[in-house]
């Protein structure tokens, strides 16, 4: 089963629940700090779905609890 998303637009329909502009530009600026975990082929950025459930459940994991 492939996994990968494409474009910074699929990425921010996963993470957010849509892709607007706003929201596709933090995905890039995500990816550029390195803290996404995404790659880029040509111009073109791509991440797999299980690697950015992990990165989720990671944070999930740092935030403190309410």
Do not use: C
Not at 26 to 54: M, T
């Amino acid at each position: 089963m492939i996994d990968l998303i494409e474009g910074a637009d699929g990425i921010a329909k996963f993470l957010f629940g849509e892709d607007t502009q706003r929201l596709r530009r933090q995905v890039y600026h995500l990816a550029e700090s390195h803290d996404l975990p995404a790659f880029k082929i040509g111009n073109k950025l791509y991440a797999r779905k299980a690697r950015l459930a992990e990165w989720i459940e990671a944070r999930e994991n740092e935030a403190p609890s309410a």
